[in-house]
């Protein structure tokens, strides 16, 4: 198996755990803090992501490219200088930018987000900002050398701290207010965070092959052309990564001060946006760790086919990718789509939500795509271009959000809709620059028998709940009809030669079955 598909089968692994105990800590934070604490936790969330993609300058991918490149001639001494100058880049600007957070705070919390209590939620964020900046630039290192394990890790560790300690934190500090309680559950991912880096870094002193404290400084002073390089791929990277994330920083004020023209005060606007973003949302994202893990391993795989002018090999490498993509999100848009009341029943014990997963679903496919696809702009060099496709992407969403939510008739919903013309849009920008630099071959068939597929396993999948076990507890009901829509899903794909049993075979406890 190559290194590609080990690390991406890695990450993938832990990415499910991951988006599962994250979602375990979604659950357990709903029902601590309620509505009105996630949304809360949702305003100041932004931030925390903006803060963070100052703080990490797109280094992570641009650091991965260049210790995959590194790595393949085996210079060594250039890998440990990559490292040197993204330790002294990131490590300086969290210095910098964690007191400013704490000074800006109280500005944000009155003046922008219309709701003082996200002070607490934004005070609670600064100390996360240098255990971040160092365990991305690790990370990085690990990507680069294409070993996901030491990544993957650390985000399941991560997740378990913060599920074992928010219901504590939570309930203890709710007695105090809601705003206080929303902030401890960020302090609890402050403390995930620093178990993750201990991690990382106990790793990497195991495994690496150099002393990096040796000579720290002068490395440092002589990475001028190290410094160049990370920067022609970290810059448009950060760029692309600032705009979705200044995006995200301004859509909750935005969302405030257009559902305000509409004629929803402050804490019933507060209540909507956290059912869209705390409830709807995240279960719309789950499936995304595939798209995540591919991007994570694209990156250093495309570089090292690019670098060596292996065309045929980065073709093969994207169609494996999106068609991975296509049929792993379409199931779960199906599911998501069908079964939208009865799970946000049982994970929330609401179904407000679930209304913006019936609007939101069938679209998502585009999220899916958009991750890997920036990640081969991001390989072939073409940063800059994903960065104006982001750009172009977050001022159109922006713009929607604020014409329909302005709008008594849209509210809220035009919020949705607004984020969904918003990466709908980038995900076409996207394939259309990568259509210029990759020759790729478009198997419309086989999209038709995909979306074929989907609609039958999808209508089996609604007849079965409305049908079967009606007297049955819902969470029976519920697994039921998922278990069908999977199997069914699965049985016709192979069916029709979506999937082969020759790549079947190469997962080993598949593949024995086919050779029975």
Known sequence: MSKFLKGTFILLAAGFVTRVLGFIYRIVLARSIGEEGVGLYMMAYPTFILVVTITQLGLPVAISKNIA????????????KILVVSLAITI????????????LAPIL??????DPR???????????????????VLRGYFQGRQNMRPSAISQVLEQIVRITLIATATKTFLPYGVEYAAAAAMGASVLGELLSLVYLLTTFKLKKRFRLRKNFFQFVHKGKRTFKELMEIALPTMGSR?????????????????????????????????????????LLMLPSFVTFSLSTSLVPAISEANSKNNHKLIEYRLQQALRFVFLTG??????LYVLADPLMQLMYGSTKGAYFIRIMAPFFLFYYYQGPLQAVLQALNLARAAMINSLIGAVIKTAVIFLLASQPSFGITGVALGILVGFV????????????????????????????????????????????FKNEHLIIRVFTAVSVMAVSYFLMLVFFRLIKKDELSRIPWIGNLFSI
């Open 69 to 80: 490149e590194a790595e393949a001639r085996r210079d060594y001494a250039e890998i440990k």
């Open 92 to 103: 300086g600007l969290s210095i910098i930018i964690t007191p400013a957070l704490l000074l």
């Open 109 to 114: 919390s009155t003046t922008l987000f219309t």
């Open 118 to 136: 996200t002070y607490y939620p934004l005070m609670a964020i600064a100390p996360a900002l240098p255990i971040i900046a160092i365990s991305s």
């Open 242 to 282: 600032m705009i979705g994330s200044i995006a995200w920083f301004f859509e909750p004020i935005v969302v405030a001060h257009s559902l305000a023209l509409a004629g929803v005060i402050a804490v019933n606007a507060t209540k909507q946006y956290g059912s869209l973003t705390g409830y709807a949302m995240p």
């Open 330 to 335: 379409g199931l779960a848009v199906i599911i």
């Open 425 to 468: 849009l980038v995900t076409i920008l996207h394939f259309a620059t990568v259509l210029k630099k990759v020759a790729f071959s478009i198997y419309i068939l086989d999209y038709l028998k995909g979306f074929f597929v989907m609609g039958v396993s999808g209508w089996l999948g609604y007849w079965i709940f409305e049908n079967i």
